[in-house]
DNA sequence: AACAAATATGGAAACGTTTCCATCGGGAGG
DNA sequence: CCTCCCGATGGAAACGTTTCCATATTTGTT
């Protein structure tokens, strides 16, 4: 690339010192119209913009904004981010984006690597709030900054749904169409609290509401195709009647997985997804799930850093019970009483196919 | 934020020079054993870390590189943005990653950003590759970058699908189920130089393949409910059997229309997509589309970037016709023999609501 | 023991800004 | 005509690095 002008090259230009050049283009201090012109004249020329690289080392800020989150496939980041990034434009703010891919390691090096850059503020989604080397290092510099997604810990804000609740108000909507026995379908459960935490959720208003806990299946590659794993699941759980998966591309997933079973959706087996991404409504069934608002929970959580950078109000954070909002769709359907009263549902056809067990499942894993 | 710890600050307290405390810490250059423990240790007690802002003044580099998208709430490019971050960060980058909502203004600003942060690569998708003006200023600094989804100007590298050729795959699948009259569904229609290719293509083998000129329903707002759209649409065009959609969530959403006006898919009216989403493979109907390799077009275009920056020899961009593939899927069937004949098939049903024909619809848009 | 060679270390310049301060010139008021 | 003041301008320091070069110290060789 060129060597870009500089403001040295500028004033040689216009025959004056750095010093007016910078008054000039900043419009900063005073300049005679005929200094002025020469200066413009000059800068336009060179083609010249000042370096803020230069700036940041004056001023000590860089006016970047540092986001982590695991991934932007999943449109719920997706869309938080680009409402966060939406926001610090505005504010005359770039971002630097790192996916961390659900990976601790990658998550504390992107950390590292922001606050080398100097970022003045910093947007993250961590794999465990509670116990996350980043968010230490964050804190220890006092570097503004806000979770997204992540449940806040004790005297910190985060923008994030309320995934103790809302699993729990999926437990509920299984109750009030009359399944007893359900199951919780998780993704990356080892390495991310959201996911544990609707868990605990669902499991507990189960006990509430008098069903029996739910079964624990859990897998770790989203393009892994579910169907062998829902059949070792099913097969293991003859008596379940509606499955709570984390996301709604996991309920998708299941939905495919259990047509290929032969398994109707909602007659056999009652799905309900988290996140209610766009496309659940389009396609039918629709599919039941949690609705959130990402966008809305990425641009506060943007406008929280911003206000903590220059010291105005933030703004306030939903009310828990606002994040949230159960959305009902086909893929959820009552229980008759002649399949709830016999306990065990024809939810599992005729295994005719050998299907491995596989190694990744685990199930009833307490905790 | 607390005042961060320089490295005059561990030269200080190592009581040495700042010259030794980056030999040691950079590990260049020699140093004595105590030397080199006094020095480490006192970068360890202040927490040291160098700043990339010093660095980048001194080295005119920042390891840093812009990436400029429509929106990431659309999987294709969240899925290309994520791939080239990836491969950013291995090579030692970050990514500044902004998106203009197909906005012209927002583009060239964002350029103009991105260029006075004197990022070290570009990486963008933009409206109009024949017409940008934050790509003419990228050239004209000489700046390394690669264009992302946009057809490649002459001389220039892009890691793009072939639109044109996607398109006329469609159009051949169309002809091959005996479909003759079809329509053209465009989002972003002025703002994307990438629908209008897509429609070209479609419109030329459509005539190649002896069936009607596509008639052509263009609307601005994703969000906005179809069903009005296409309920005009169909009244005007009776004669329809089939639509290509611009991208696969107008495809979903065309199919709920569709669904709601009591049109049957694919029975009534033919869909086909274009992008390959997850989502279009796990639904019923499934979704016909054009399987595009998001991914693979966004790790390629980071590579081309970081080829240019370094010198090294840059990954080849595929041969065109493998930047796509049609997918067959249930949304697209056969015409029967009779309906065909008749020309005029039995695709819109009894119209009972008074649907208002809205100002955004345009037809037979020629050029 | 003396000297050459190699190793260890620090000072200072340079990178591109902004901003403080000093200087210079000129117009107004005495 | 002299002073005072104000507007215009430039020099230089500071921000945090790296690196060149010079100097100081150690090691090794006769």
Redesign the interface.
Known sequence: ??Q?ATIKDVGQRAGCGVATVSRVLNNTGPASAKMRERVLAAADAL?F??????R??QSST?R?IGCVVP???N?VY??A??GA??VF?NAGY??????T?YSAD?EIH?V???????VDGMLLTVGDAQNSEGLNLIR?????HSLLFNAAPAGQTSWSVDDHAAAAAVADAFAKNNHVHTGFLALNFLSSDRARRRFEGFAERCMQNGMTPPALLEVDDDGLDLTAHLHGFLEDHPELTGIFASND?LA??V??SA?KLSIDVPRDLSIVGFDGI??G????PSLATIATTPRVLGTGAGKTVLSMIDGSAPPNVPQKEQTFSFRAGGSLAPLTAESKDDGKVAAFPPSNDQTRKTAKIQQERSK
Chains 1, 2 share one sequence.
């Open positions: 690339m060129r870009a083609d913009q000042f370096s803020e690289v230069g940041s080392l860089t970047t991934s932007i496939e449109p997706a869309d981010v680009q990034q939406a434009v770039q971002m630097l984006l790192t996916c891919n990658a992107a590292r690597t922001l606050i080398a850059k100097q220890r510099r006092q570097l503004p591309f998708f997933a939905i495919r047509r766009k496309v409504q389009m396609v039918e």
